[in-house]
């Protein structure tokens, strides 16, 4: 009985061994007989045919490329290597359209990395801007996708741009340039340490030749080192040419109140009419007037009233409510952290005419992108800072 025993254990110890090697050479020995193909520069579909005809499979991943939409730029295993039946190849496939070099705007000004990258297709979607103590303020420090290489001509860039080692001298003000001439006015750019844009022409008949009407960015707007400003001048009226300048308002007054003298009146209803009324109107009346039509003259009649005039208090409440209103204005606050290690303390304070005050504080985390609206009396200056440092500043006018 011990004899039959010990042969039943030998023979299941042999099946165990005999299974064990077939699942061995199933898994790990298979036989690889069958020969990768080329399909690169082929279509698609001719390619996941051809792969499949020979029991392989495809994997495809779309790349941007001049070449044809949907054509094989590549394969992850080369043409003539043996693998196993079900083997899965990469290819890499064309989604059509063009790529384009990227220019490399590290060291240029703000203005002038815009412009560049503008002019060979690109539109900026991020600009990051940090202290740093060895580039110079308004200077591109870094962009992304970096340069040399080639991307999808529609492709979006990041940049970041200089502070400054004091954090301060990204932004400048744009000066007044309303009544200079044309070189006093590209003076006046360059010194502020921005740039020159296109000059146009206005016709004027109140202001001699060659003198600043308008810019844009408008005078006292905060902007970045290098901005480019455009100014509009004026130039004299040709043959039969309407002045562009609106005329001033005591003359807009005066032809407005002309026009409105000589128009005939069909329905004799009261009618609120914003003139200056003769003396010898009621005073608590002046405003309100009527249009009574008496053969072919109109006359301008007191219209009675029973409304009680506002106390002068509450005329001086209702005043100082508007000034206050039109004083409080919006500052749009836009500031995404650069890349962190770790996260870092994050500080935005506001300085404006009633003082002092933190507008957001606590931990901020690699590439948060901050949104606030904040309202400000006067003008304002925002500033953040991350770790300890500042990193960021602006002004609002």
Known sequence: ????????????????????????????????????????????????????????????????????????????????????????????????????????????????????????????????????????????????????????????????VSLGSDGEGSFVLVPDLIGLDIESAKKAIEKSDLSIGVTNESPSASTSEGTVLSTSPRKGASVPAGTTINITVSRALRANEMSSERPPMDNQNKEREEVVRKIVIKESAPVKIPLKTDSNIPADKKTELKVVEKGASVELVPVSSEKTNKSESEAKVETLLTDANKQKKTAKIRYQTPPLSKPLSLKIEMRDSSGIKIIKEGTAKSGEYISLDVPYIGASTVMITLGGDLVWQDRFN
């Open 1 to 160: 009985m011990g004899k039959m025993h010990r042969w039943v254990v030998i023979v299941a110890f042999l099946i165990i061994i005999i299974c064990g090697w077939i699942a061995v050479s199933t898994i790990f020995m298979e036989k690889k007989d069958i020969v990768v193909p080329s399909v690169v520069g082929t279509q698609l579909i001719d390619a996941v045919d051809l792969l499949q005809s020979r029991g392989l499979l495809a994997k495809v991943d779309k790349i941007d490329s001049p070449e044809r939409a949907d054509t094989v730029i590549s394969q992850n295993i080369p043409e003539g290597v043996k693998v196993a039946k079900g083997k899965v190849l990469l290819i890499k496939v064309s989604k059509g359209g063009s790529i384009v070099p990227i220019p490399d705007v590290r060291g240029m000004k703000f203005e002038e990395g815009i412009k560049r990258l503008s002019e060979a297709g690109f539109k900026v979607d991020k600009v990051m801007r940090v202290t740093d103590k060895l580039k110079p303020a308004g200077s591109i420090i870094a962009q992304n996708p970096a340069a040399p290489q080639t991307v999808a001509a529609n492709a979006m860039v990041s940049i970041i």
